[in-house]
């Protein structure tokens, strides 16, 4: 399919379900606990809190906030920079990957039925 096609589609639900697609779109966002996990997952260089700020243009303490969250849950872990002790390493645990690639998968299978079947949008209705 081609992009405009794509945008086409994106329009026509924007109009015929304009509260499932501003659901879809917060649930999308890349911002939150799952999003920082996926991008995690897929950087391949030594990545810091101040890393995540600047990609997802969020606040030291919401980032703070999500590493707290996603260390508690055993998907992170922070090691001290051995040059600077007020600075950590954050990578990803096994089960950090895991849950990264399900996390994945499912935004590819949404995308997927959006694209395919637009009435699915629907099922956003009811979600926060």
């Not at 096609?5 to 499932?20: C, F, M, R, T, V």
């Not at 303490?61 to 040059?83: H, S």
């Not at 690639?101 to 039925?113: C, G, T, V």
Request: with cysteine; hydrophobic share 35%.
């Amino acid at each position: 399919m081609r992009a405009e096609d794509y945008a086409e589609k994106l329009n026509k639900l924007d109009i015929e379900h304009p509260q499932a697609l501003k659901r879809l779109r917060m649930a999308l966002a890349s911002g939150g606990e799952e999003g920082v996990l996926r991008w995690l997952d897929q950087r391949r260089q030594d990545t810091y809190a101040v890393d995540i700020i600047g990609h997802f243009g969020l606040t030291a303490g919401r980032v703070a906030n999500i590493m707290k969250k996603l260390e508690e849950r055993g998907y992170i872990q922070r090691i001290p920079d051995a040059d600077d002790q007020r600075r950590a390493r954050i990578f990803l645990t096994e089960e950090g990957h895991r849950k990264a690639a399900l996390l994945q998968r499912e935004m590819d299978h949404r995308n997927q039925l959006i694209i395919e079947r637009p009435e699915t949008l629907c099922i956003f209705h009811n979600h926060n």
